[in-house]
């Protein structure tokens, strides 16, 4: 299966500050996605072929990548942006989820 | 807009089989999307565990192969979970899922015990 490896595992990050977080994957995969998900929350979709917005998610975040390595941007670190972010691969099945980046504020 | 719910016993015994339900609501399963299984395992790993389509074909993780069924009841617009021969590994909260090509609505979840 294709493992999805997020880096880092924790992070925190100032308001106002940039924040990059990394999914690699183990074997090439043609799109990524990025879900949030909070305390006590279903996750929701956030990011889908690796740089389009899920409906309502704010302009301040961005995707990008190829191949094997993706990542997801907050240009400038809010609030309400604190929780877990995780990658998925739908390429191939079984389709797989990375171990999350918990986002904390600092 | 869709939907989904999921219900069923929280508490399952060790051997015995898990059984759950996701009821949707706003949009027919039978009109598009596969209609997924992903369970979250105390520590918050996430496993997709399968998908049964539009059509009524099955998709699973072959870790889960030999124990995993899902079923749809296309009258009452539900799809359905079964685990066999469940452990306390088997101990998750439990969604259902679906969209075009990725995640786009998820239930509100369903934590399953597996305990004596």
């Known amino acids: 299966e294709n493992v999805l490896t997020q880096s880092p595992a924790i992070m925190s990050a100032s308001l106002g500050e940039k924040v990059t977080m990394s999914c690699r994957a183990s074997?090439?995969?043609?799109?990524m996605y990025w879900y949030q998900q909070k305390s006590d929350a279903s996750p929701k979709l956030w990011i889908y072929y690796t740089s389009n917005l899920a409906p309502g998610v704010p302009a301040r975040f961005s995707g990008s990548g190829s191949g094997n390595s993706y990542s997801l941007t907050i240009s400038s670190m809010e609030g309400e942006d604190a929780a877990t972010y995780y990658c998925?691969?739908?390429?191939?099945?079984?389709?797989?989820f990375g171990g999350g980046t918990k986002l904390e504020i600092k | 807009d869709v939907q989904l719910q999921e219900s069923g016993p929280g508490l399952v015994k060790p051997s015995q089989s898990l059984s759950l339900t996701c009821t949707v609501t706003g949009y027919s399963i039978t009109s598009d999307y596969a209609w997924n299984w992903i369970r979250q395992f105390p520590g918050n790993k996430l496993e997709w565990m399968g998908y049964i389509s539009y059509s009524g074909s099955t998709s699973y993780n072959p870790s889960l192969k030999s124990r995993i069924s899902i079923t749809r009841d296309t009258s009452k617009n539900q799809f359905f979970l079964q685990l066999n021969s469940v452990t306390t590994e088997d101990t998750a909260t439990y969604y259902c899922?679906?969209?075009?090509?990725?995640?786009?609505?998820w239930g509100q979840g369903t934590l399953v015990t597996v305990s004596a």
């Open positions: 998925q691969q739908f390429t191939s099945s079984p389709y797989t």
């Open positions: 074997s090439s995969v043609n799109y």
């Open positions: 899922a679906t969209g075009l090509r990725r995640f786009a609505y």
